[in-house]
């Protein structure tokens, strides 16, 4: 008989470690999925072009309660745009972007190295309040220009000279042509500088993603950005609604146990409950991102734990102090 109990012990242990062992790759295999959807190559229009340059955007902190989002730049010219390989800028260029606040526009000068910077975007179409299910966007716009000193100076006009009178026909095919020359100069004037676009958007406990808007351009490049709870941080919250739930009816049925059935009053029933008072906040904060208090998961678990617990907190008071035996 030992011996089959023996034997029946060790396959439960064996079955333990293989639900163990699954949920921990299903984990892993979240994560990993997870962060290989937050790296993409949003716009390859300017790679096309040998004289481009390429941006880098990196989402570094993402603030919903705020309602931003910060992202770094990088920048690396290559073609005509560079004499060194990209260390330093072989033209002077102006950069456009739509950042929430500080400069809109960044001049990189001639001779200059590109360096990074941080822009700021604005979050809309959510409510941080309906955590952990909240959905935001935002929309990040990129577009360079050449810089000032990169304009083209008129040319100088040269000396009178008094020429022949041509023929009136010959003098319209001459005017034709200097309006076609006329509008070639100023197309050229118009210098487009294509773009590269790289989005990395890894930040803890966001699933974020990014499309090219449909406006984009060769020249001009436009970021849709969505951004949801990550999975393991709704798991999470979940399973924190869920306890609170569960810790809750069971004080709620001890509780009534006390007051309807006549259970002695232990001493140790008052510090339990007034500890799962005090440590549903606590847990209730170390939700990630969470928002402050009156969230959509407060008003589903949290607020009804709190006020089921204390109140059963008084019933058992008041019965050990009121019950005669």
């Known amino acids: 008989m030992s011996e089959k109990v023996k034997a029946k012990d060790i396959v439960i242990t064996i079955a333990v470690i293989v639900v163990f062992a699954i949920a921990l790759v299903l ?3 979240i994560y990993k999925s997870e962060g290989e959807k937050r790296s993409a190559s949003v716009s390859d229009l300017g790679d096309k072009d040998p004289n481009h ?16 989002i910060v992202a770094r730049l990088e920048f690396l010219p290559k073609g005509e745009y560079t004499k060194d390989e990209g260390d330093t800028l072989a033209k002077d260029v102006k950069l456009f972007t739509n950042g929430a606040n500080g400069k809109q526009e960044t001049d990189f000068g001639k001779g200059k ?9 604005s ?4 409510e941080v309040m309906d955590y952990p299910f909240d959905q935001h966007r935002g929309h990040l716009e990129l577009y360079f220009a050449p810089g000032k000193a990169e304009k083209k100076a008129d040319a100088p006009k040269p000396a009178a000279t008094p020429a022949p009178t041509p023929p009136a026909a010959e003098t319209e095919e001459t005017k034709k042509a200097e309006t076609e020359k006329k509008d070639e100069a100023e197309n050229k004037d118009v210098d487009e500088i294509p773009i590269g676009v790289d989005f990395d958007g890894s930040v803890p ?5 990014a499309a090219k808007s449909k406006e984009s351009t060769n020249d001009y490049v436009g970021i849709d950005i969505t951004i ?17 739930w569960g810790l809750t009816i069971a004080v709620l049925l001890l509780t009534l146990s006390v007051v309807l059935r006549g259970r002695k009053v232990e001493v140790s029933m008052f510090s ?13 904060n170390a939700q990630p991102g969470t928002p402050p208090v009156g969230t959509y998961s407060d008003f589903i678990s949290f607020f009804w734990a709190e006020v089921i617990i204390a109140l059963c907190l008084v019933a058992l008071v008041f019965t050990w102090v009121l019950r005669k035996n």
Not at 123 to 126: E, I, N
């Open 27 to 29: 984990v892993l295999n």
């Open 53 to 68: 340059i390429e941006v880098d955007v990196k989402l570094l902190s993402i603030d919903a309660t705020k309602g931003d």
């Open 113 to 121: 190295r590109m360096n990074s910077m941080e822009v700021t975007i």
């Open 123 to 126: 979050m809309f179409d959510g």
């Open 205 to 209: 406990g966001f699933k974020i993603g």
């Open 228 to 244: 949801a709870r990550a999975s393991t941080t709704k798991f999470f919250s979940l399973f924190v609604l869920i306890m609170m």
């Open 272 to 284: 339990f409950t007034a500890a799962l008072l005090f440590a549903f906040s606590t847990v209730r």
